[in-house]
C-alpha cells in the first residue's frame, strides 16, 4: 500500500511563506500526476494545486500567483511552496493523486499551517 507522508506545516504570520513537502512510496511515482488540498475547520477539503506527470501545473483560484507546486522524481516528492500567505490559508494540507473523481491512495496524516499573527 503507498504511504503519503506530509511535511513542513507550521504557524506563519500574514505575509510569510511555507514549503509543504509530501513524500510519496510509489515505486511509479514519475508517472502519477499528484495534487495538494486543504481541509480548514468545518470545511470541505478542496484542491490547491495539481501538477501532472509531465509537469503541467494546475491552481485554485484563490492560491493562484503565490503557490506554486514542483514535483522531484528521483525524490519521489512533491512539494507546495506558498508565498504571502493569508490567514483564510490556514488548513490541515494533504497530498494525493486524483484519478477521475476519485483518488488513488488512502490520505494521509496532513500537515497543518497556519496563518496567524
Known amino acids: 500500500q503507498v504511504q503519503l507522508v506530509e511535511s513542513g506545516g507550521g504557524l506563519v504570520q500574514p505575509g510569510g511563506s511555507l514549503r509543504l513537502s509530501c513524500a510519496s512510496s510509489e515505486r511509479i511515482f514519475s508517472t502519477i500526476g499528484m495534487g495538494w488540498y486543504r481541509q480548514a475547520p468545518g470545511k470541505q477539503r478542496e484542491l490547491v494545486a495539481t501538477?501532472?506527470?509531465?509537469?503541467?501545473?494546475n491552481y485554485a483560484d484563490s492560491v493562484k500567483g503565490r503557490f506554486t507546486i514542483a514535483r522531484n522524481n528521483a525524490k519521489n516528492t512533491v512539494y507546495l511552496q506558498m508565498n504571502s500567505l493569508k490567514p483564510e490559508d490556514t488548513a490541515v494540507y494533504y497530498c494525493n493523486a486524483p484519478f477521475g473523481d476519485e483518488f488513488r491512495y488512502s490520505w494521509g496524516q496532513g500537515t497543518q499551517v497556519t496563518v496567524s499573527s
Open positions: 501538477i501532472s506527470s509531465g509537469g503541467k501545473t
